[in-house]
């Protein structure tokens, strides 16, 4: 048990989704050890497709505000290659890995979902160019698509099965900060300016999904503005922005803050002592203040800008 976490943790950013239905009618875990793992795999894999969920209003709605960004069809891909050799038997029989890259999760409603692009699809082709197998694809794939994800429509050639289809996609202009689940026991949420990390007991102890998007807009908030150090006026600025951030992805900020200031705070204590962070009393005031400027402003239909 204790070895699959730390694999796990290893993973994590890579850690795949697996469609339960595609592949488990094949897959009997035999042992204790294998029946861990696939548990802990399928528990991985649902937060992943839930945070993926959660973020992509924030990512699609956000673009013009974002300095990073990069053009989507809403899917991940793998190989077998991906995963350490130990766990490779589990990626072929659990999630269908194999050396020629295919399809590893489609977000709901993503251009590539409603593309008809289904998780298993194997990738031979794009815009004309043929996909090679092995190890090195992934890379041949994130270069290939950087050029044709540019253009409105791109052409996808797949199988399925033993069918051969093609496949047009119309890729979208998001914000550039992945999100993704690191296996972890210490509820956190966390930004290194690049992608926004969000830990599984996070994702556990915060059922609700509005909470869950103000979490990742404020990590956003901190992406997109560069902030480096822990300092209260830039912990409270990232407060305001994330709402201004959840307005636009068209979440309801008023249920968002209701929800935050009667949900449990794990470091509350921490936050009373800290010169760092604000406390709970002054976050609220801070988000309550920013919710009315945000009404007001969308009332007028004036466009909204960070405070
Ligand atoms: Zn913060």
């Known amino acids: 048990m204790r070895r699959a976490l730390l694999c ?7 850690v795949p989704a697996w469609t339960a239905d595609a592949w488990a009618a094949d897959y009997i875990p035999r042992t ?48 077998i290659s991906d995963y350490q050799p130990s766990l490779q038997p589990f990626a072929e029989v659990l999630m269908g890995a194999t050396d020629r890259l295919s399809v590893r999760t489609i977000r709901k409603d993503s251009p590539a979902d409603n593309a008809g692009l289904r998780v298993g699809d194997k990738i031979i082709g794009i815009n004309g160019a043929y996909m090679p ?20 429509s791109t052409e996808l050639k797949v199988m399925r099965g033993d069918k051969r289809m093609d496949i047009k996609v119309g890729p979208e202009t998001i914000c550039d900060y992945p999100a993704n689940v690191f296996f972890n026991q210490k509820i956190n949420g966390h930004t290194d300016g690049e992608q926004i990390i969000i ?24 992406a997109i503005k560069g902030h480096q150090r822990k300092e209260k006026a830039l ?19 008023d249920r968002a803050i209701s929800y935050w200031r009667e949900s449990s705070h794990p470091h509350a204590e921490y936050q009373t002592t800290s010169k760092t962070h604000p406390t709970i009393d002054e976050r609220y005031e801070n988000f309550r203040k920013e919710q009315a400027r945000i009404e007001k402003l969308k009332a007028a239909g004036k466009t909204i800008r960070f405070n």
């Open 8 to 14: 796990l943790a290893a993973l994590s950013v890579s």
């Open 199 to 222: 830990t599984s007991e996070l994702m556990k102890t915060v059922p609700d999904d509005v909470n869950l998007a103000l979490i990742i807009a404020h990590e956003m908030s901190h």
């Open 133 to 152: 197998g092995g190890f090195t694809v992934q890379r041949f794939f994130k270069v290939a698509t950087q050029n044709a994800f540019k253009q409105d």
């Open 235 to 253: 912990e409270l600025k990232a407060d305001r922005m994330a709402l201004v951030l959840m307005s636009n992805a068209g979440y309801d900020i």
């Open 32 to 79: 204790e050890n294998e029946r861990a793992f696939a548990q802990i795999l399928e528990e991985h894999q649902s937060y992943n497709e839930r945070l993926q969920e959660v973020a992509a209003p924030l990512f699609k709605a956000n673009a013009r505000l974002c300095p990073r960004t990069r053009r989507d069809i809403g899917m991940t891909v793998h190989t």
